[in-house]
């Protein structure tokens, strides 16, 4: 798989798992606030295989 394609897969997959937690967690909070967690698990993960590499 090329590196655009796990990106997009990542991305998606953080999307859903970010709302998911919210909605199971806060379900007052809105819909952004699962996009913006999504966000920040997508960057977690490229952040946490940089952090591999580097060892």
């Given amino acids: ?3 655009f394609l796990i990106f997009v897969v ?3 997959l953080g999307l859903v ?3 998911f937690l919210i909605r199971l967690f806060r379900p ?3 819909v952004y606030h699962g996009v913006v967690t999504g966000l ?3 960057a977690l993960a490229y952040g946490m295989a940089l952090f ?3 060892k």
């Fill in 17 to 19: 798992f970010g709302i």
């Fill in 1 to 3: 798989m090329n590196a």
């Fill in 28 to 30: 007052e909070w809105g």
């Fill in 52 to 54: 591999k590499k580097k």
């Fill in 40 to 42: 920040i698990l997508v």
């Fill in 10 to 12: 990542r991305l998606i």
